[in-house]
């Protein structure tokens, strides 16, 4: 099997790396030129390239690799869809659900992989949590919160923080949850300059009166990756910037003390269970878990939230007594 990969830099040289590793990886595309020599010096005997043009026209490619920034996602997963490639894209999977719904009938009509980079969905420790919900260990499922922070200095001019961080909270929580939020209740965005939205608050309701919230932000140089569960049983926390003991759970014993247990699950790397299962799916024709519906639906709640923001004008104005 042989993998394109078009965007190696941040993200995509961590791509690119894996798929080396596994055997598969033929030609790397990009167009900064420092990005190019990095993956040549780090990967000898790969072909380096600074045209897609070469990776489409190439049918010796039986996959290809989108890490590119999120506006261009859409044309090139297009591009390399009516090529007759099978597609990972990171995510999200486009800017807009009628371009989502667009690439999924082109993968379906064509009977291609169109896989998205959710990759939380690959995370042992989260598919240990998901396991343990679906076990009813933690009881009647209450509350779902996740805090996903970092410090962005470099303001993305194409995107804002819901559309970088938000999908991995929206794909992690309908996974562990094994549904979709039914509808999105409040959102609340900050922009510390310009049009970008550097902090966001997402409420949400899932079904069964399951409340979620998602907390994203660029301005915090504390790196955060926080998801908590609440049960009316017990209480799990999974703190993904821990190097071990990510997943915990919590309980609460008859004497007032709590109980922390430490579930145990593999260290394989979320990335790499990520980049073989889109090797499977290709070498086996079968769905992703990860897959255009999947983007499709993430996707359709972020921009719910973007509309949301747009339409809402119910501020109120508040005044400050002086007493």
């Known amino acids: 099997m042989k993998i394109a990969v078009i965007g190696a830099g941040s993200w995509g040289k961590n791509l690119v790396r894996n798929f080396y590793e596994l055997g598969v990886l033929k030609l790397v595309c990009d167009l900064n030129p420092e990005n190019t020599k990095r993956a040549k010096e780090n990967h000898p005997n790969l072909e380096i390239t600074n045209s897609m043009d070469d990776v489409m026209n190439n049918q010796d490619i039986d996959g290809i690799v989108v890490a590119t920034p999120a506006h261009t996602h859409y044309e090139i997963a297009k591009a390399s869809l009516l090529a007759g490639h099978n597609v990972y894209v990171e995510k999200p999977l486009a800017q807009n659900v009628k371009e989502a719904e667009e690439l999924h009938k082109i993968a379906e009509e064509k009977n291609l992989i169109l896989m998205v980079g959710h990759l939380l969905l690959y995370h ?78 997402i409420d949400m309701v899932f079904p069964n009166n399951v409340g979620g919230h998602i907390h994203n932000s660029w301005l915090d140089p504390q790196k955060q990756a926080l998801l908590t569960v609440n049960g ?5 926390v999974l703190n993904d910037t821990f190097k071990e003991n990510k997943l915990e759970i919590y309980s609460r014993r008859e004497d007032g003390g709590i109980t922390v247990e430490k579930p145990v699950y593999s260290n394989d790397e979320p990335l790499r269970l990520e980049c073989r299962h889109f090797l499977e799916c290709i070498e086996k024709n079968q769905k992703p878990t990860s897959d255009s519906i999947n983007g499709y639906q993430v996707v359709n709640y972020v921009e719910a939230c973007q509309n949301f923001i747009s339409s809402k004008s119910n501020e109120t104005k508040l005044e400050v007594n002086y007493v």
């Open 124 to 201: 042992p420790a989260v598919n240990k949590l998901k396991t343990i919900i679906a076990s009813g260990e933690l009881g009647t499922i209450q509350y779902i919160n996740s805090d996903r922070r970092n410090f962005n200095a470099n303001h993305r001019s194409h995107s804002n923080v819901m559309w970088d961080l938000a999908p991995h909270d929206f794909s992690m929580m309908a996974y562990i949850l094994n549904a979709e939020p039914e509808r999105i209740v409040n959102v609340r965005t900050w922009a510390s300059s310009g049009d970008s939205i550097d902090v966001a608050h």
């Open 232 to 236: 009316s049983k017990k209480t799990a």
